[in-house]
């Protein structure tokens, strides 16, 4: 039975974009088309099974709107730190309910719905599967997505695939080292020098702390206090024309520019897509990043790339990402 059949007898999955403060839900049908939304708060639980509970009693009324568990196919579920392989999320350190061991989430869900198939990958993997179903990397065999959040993450797909590795958890671009000995910046993982320190909206938030300490140049960031300037700030001020703001997504595109690099070096792909909040700064990030690559990219692969910003709509795009998870069941 193709997908089509199988879309006309249950025609919606049910997506979930699991982050560290809220867990949102969405049915989806085969176009892409979000059917009906809830969601609760990710914390606040002290196990699993709670957290499950929670979930579960709050799909309820939302399966019920489409017409029962008989029309859902299947559920997709974007997490940190959960791994395809085994359906589990393995200590993760922003969720309390699972930042000391090994839980079986996917297992978990489809005992709690009626034994529908469930599925689950990193929020990163699902945003490349989201761009390959229903975003611009449609028709794609070969590219990367790079997302600018909090972290940085990436979903590789290389021949149509996506890269799990050998446990299921390859393809964490965010913590190549681009800062190597001392000088590294401390980053989350508890290594230093990693690009997620730098080039996540985080690392632009301290880029910016670090410039306004060690410079007296004028700046509109100036009027903040400094523990509290984010990455958004930053592109505010670069947007009035603030020299100082600029200069930090020279350097934060700069380095994303050679790490793609360095990324093309592996896998030769048709395009990296740019996903997250951090690429609303348009050409400010953008056009540094292309000129850094290709200023450092191997002669072979030069030229062949593109640069692309997500296609999908930056409400609903993890839940759209986690929901493809499902369709991806076979």
Known sequence: MNMNDQA???PYVIGLDLGGTNSVFGIVDSRG???ATTAIKTGGYTNAEDYV????TALQPIIEQV???ETIKAMGIGAPNANYYTGTIEYAPNLP???NGVVPLAKMFSD???GIPVAMTNDANAAAIGEMVYGVARGMKNFIVITLGTGVGSGIVVNGQLLYGSDGFAGELGHVTMVRGEKGRLCGCGRTGCLEAYCSATGVARTARELLATTDRPSLLRDLNPEEITSLDVSIAAGKGDELAKEIYEF????LGEACADFAAFSSPEAFIFFGGMVKAGDLIMNPIREAYDAHVLKIFKGKAKFLISGLDGASAAVLGASAVGWEIQ
Do not use: N, Q
């Open 8 to 10: 006309t007898m249950k």
């Open 33 to 35: 088309d979000i059917k």
């Open 53 to 56: 509970d929670a979930c579960v």
């Open 67 to 69: 017409g029962g568990l």
């Open 97 to 99: 309910w699972a930042h």
């Open 112 to 114: 709690r719905l009626g």
């Open 252 to 255: 934060t595109g700069k380095m």
